[in-house]
C-alpha cells in the first residue's frame, strides 16, 4: 500500500488530533469600554473568513457580543443552564450570518450563575466542565470567550477554561494599572492548579489615536514590559467600529474597507501566525 492510501494508525491519529485540537481563548479586561467586545467579535468574523471554524461564547450577561452578530436576544438560549447542570452547551450553538462563525449568546439570566457559582463545589471548574465536550467533537478550531467588564466568577472561570488568555488594552495610562491585575489573576489561576498551562498569549492595544503621543507612549511602555506579547496591529479609535454593533453587523459587512476592517483582519492574520491555525482552513 502506497503512501497515497496508506490508512493512518493510531499513532497518526493521536498526533492530528493533538495537532489540530480546539483551541480556547478569553478575551479579558476588568475595565469596561476598552475594544473588549469589539474585539471579540471581529476577531472571530476575521478567523472565519479565513475560513476557520471558530465559535464565539458570549459570557457576558449585557449580551453586547450577541447583538453585535445581528442575533437576537432569547430566554433559555445562554450557558446559564449548562453552567447550573441543565442542558449542555451544544443545545446553545446558534449559527450567525457569517460562514465558518457560530455563536453561543447571552442573555440577563447568565447574570444570577455569578452568585449560584460561587455557592457551589469547584465553583471555578464550572465552565470548562461545559465546554469539554464542545472542545472534544473538534466541531470547531477555535473557541473565543467574550467576558464580562469584571474580573467575577463568569471571567474567571474563562480563564480557568482558557488555552491562552488576549487581554484588550485600551491605548491610555490607566489601563496599564488594569493589566497589573489581570496578570496577577493568571498567576492566582496557575498557582492554584486550577489552570497550570493558562498562558497570556497576547495584548491587542486597541482605541489607538494617531494624534496623540499619549497612544504612542502607552504602546512603547507595554511592549517594554511585556516583550513580544502585544501584537504589532494596533486597533484605531474610529466612529466605523463603535456604530457597526447598533446596527447588528461586524466591521467587515458594515464597512469593509474601513481602517477598521483592515486593523482586525491583520490581526487576524497574526493569531493565525502566533498560534498555527492555518492548517484548519
Do not use: W
Not at 206 to 231: C, G, S, W, Y
Amino acid at each position: 500500500m502506497d503512501n497515497a492510501t496508506r490508512v493512518p494508525d493510531s499513532a497518526d491519529l493521536t498526533f492530528f488530533t493533538l495537532f489540530m485540537r480546539t483551541l480556547t481563548f478569553t478575551i479579558a479586561n476588568q475595565k469596561g469600554g476598552v475594544g473588549k467586545t469589539t474585539t471579540a467579535v471581529n476577531l472571530a468574523a476575521a478567523l472565519a473568513e479565513k475560513k476557520i471554524s471558530t465559535l464565539l461564547i458570549d459570557l457576558d450577561p449585557q449580551a453586547n457580543a450577541t447583538s453585535a452578530l445581528g442575533v437576537e436576544k432569547k430566554e433559555g438560549l445562554s450557558l446559564y443552564g449548562p453552567l447550573r447542570g441543565e442542558g449542555k452547551a451544544s443545545d446553545m450553538v446558534v449559527a450567525t450570518a457569517y460562514t465558518n462563525l457560530e455563536l453561543i449568546p447571552s442573555e440577563e439570566d447568565l447574570a444570577a450563575a455569578e452568585i449560584e457559582i460561587a455557592q457551589s463545589e469547584n465553583y471555578l471548574d464550572k465552565l470548562r466542565a461545559v465546554l469539554q465536550p464542545l472542545k472534544d467533537a473538534g466541531t470547531h478550531r477555535v473557541i473565543i470567550i467574550d467576558c464580562p467588564p469584571s474580573m467575577g466568577m463568569l471571567s474567571m472561570n474563562s480563564l480557568a477554561a482558557a488555552d491562552y488568555l488576549l487581554i484588550a488594552l485600551q491605548c491610555e495610562y490607566l489601563a496599564l494599572e488594569g493589566l497589573g491585575q489581570i496578570m496577577r489573576n493568571v498567576e492566582r489561576i496557575r498557582e492554584a492548579g486550577v489552570n497550570r498551562t493558562l498562558e497570556l498569549g497576547g495584548v491587542v492595544m486597541t482605541m489607538f489615536d494617531i494624534r496623540t503621543n499619549l497612544a504612542r507612549q502607552v504602546v512603547e511602555e507595554v511592549r517594554k514590559h511585556l516583550p513580544e506579547k502585544p501584537f504589532d496591529t494596533v486597533i484605531p479609535r474610529t466612529v466605523r467600529l463603535s456604530e457597526a454593533p447598533s446596527f447588528g453587523k461586524t466591521i467587515f459587512a458594515y464597512d469593509p474597507l474601513s481602517p477598521g476592517a483592515t486593523a482586525y483582519r491583520n490581526l487576524a492574520k497574526e493569531v493565525i501566525a502566533r498560534f498555527k491555525l492555518k492548517e484548519s482552513a
